[in-house]
């Protein structure tokens, strides 16, 4: 289980509503076709969290690659004012941080930091319970 976190391009907060239902959207269609799971998933209007179960097969790039990609098509395709704010760019940043979530502490620590770390942040996804793959 890893926890992401993607910066938008410019940290600029393009991640209102709507936006950010559309990244829920698409992260829950990637599930269907990835053998990815989002634990959950949440914003904090320049940013999103990322709590998620893969396969062993995946590396952290791998999964920042499939999420990053098709989130960013899909959020450009469904909203097109968020392209035209961020000047016909890229949505995310070309960074991101990742950690294993036994490395520091359990699922429930994690969720506390990232609910501490940022003006407002939203919940938009909780799976409740995990799956085998």
Same mark, same amino acid.
């Given at each position: 289980?890893?926890?992401? +976190?993607?910066?938008?391009?410019? /940290? /600029? ?7 950010? $239902?559309? =990244?829920? /959207?698409?992260?829950?269609? #990637? $599930?269907? %076709? ?15 969290h990322f709590l998620v179960q893969s396969?062993?097969?995946?590396? +952290? ?8 990609? #098709?989130?960013? /098509?899909?959020?450009? %395709?469904?909203c097109p004012e968020v392209k035209e704010?961020?000047?016909?760019g890229e949505f995310w940043s070309d ?11 359990? $699922? ?5 930091? +990232?609910?501490?770390?940022?003006? =407002?942040?939203?919940?938009?996804? %909780?799976?409740?319970?995990? %799956?085998?793959?």
């Open positions: 289980m890893y926890h992401l +976190v993607f910066p938008a391009k410019y /940290r /600029r907060a393009v991640i209102e509503k709507g936006v950010d $239902e559309q =990244v829920k /959207r698409v992260c829950l269609e #990637i $599930e269907k %076709r990835y053998e990815i799971q989002f634990v959950e998933i949440g914003t904090d209007k320049d940013h999103v396969v062993p097969m995946y590396s +952290v790039t791998k999964l920042v690659t499939i999420i990053k990609s #098709i989130t960013a /098509r899909e959020i450009f %395709r469904k704010q961020l000047w016909g960074g991101y941080f990742g950690s294993t979530v036994g490395k520091h502490g359990n $699922e429930d620590t994690i969720t506390n930091y +990232v609910k501490k770390q940022g003006q =407002v942040y939203e919940k938009l996804h %909780r799976a409740e319970q995990l %799956r085998m793959f």
